[in-house]
């Protein structure tokens, strides 16, 4: 994984996999009790899952912590106080193309939030952006 940098005058750090294909990853990390920072776990450069604190901050339900950027809310809150370390497991299926660009597998993600299921084998529809998908 590669911490990308910072966009100026936005606390936002992606952690990004250069890989092109299927991978995991752990994430811990201890919010500040005053700072709202914003993470995410990126993979292949256009899928995110949102790895920050949305503990008693109210937030669009596809940008809150461990929500799949744009596309899906976690099944759950599983978000802890802030000062209170926070873990993240995601496996990621990279997608699969044919022959003339399909998509016959789409990119596909599982993910756990402190230890509790928050995205259960869910299929992404494309590159993460603020209500990419329709409810």
């Known amino acids: 994984m590669t911490r990308l940098p910072a966009t100026a005058g ?32 990126c993979f292949l450069g256009m899928y995110e899952v949102q790895v920050l604190d949305s503990y008693g901050n109210i937030t669009y339900d596809d940008g809150q912590a461990a929500a799949l950027y744009g596309q899906y809310p976690p099944l759950v809150c599983a978000s802890r106080p802030p000062g209170v370390w926070q873990s993240y497991d995601i496996v990621f299926r990279r997608p ?36 990419s998908r329709l409810p």
């Open 10 to 41: 936005l606390d936002h750090r992606c952690f990004a996999t250069r890989s092109y294909t299927s991978s995991g990853c752990h994430r811990t990390r201890r919010a500040a009790p005053t700072k709202i920072v914003a993470i995410a776990a």
């Open 96 to 131: 699969r193309f044919d022959a003339s660009g399909h998509v016959p597998s789409p990119a596909i993600v599982t993910g756990l939030h402190n230890g509790v299921l928050v995205q259960d084998h869910v299929m992404l529809v494309g590159p993460a952006a603020n209500q």
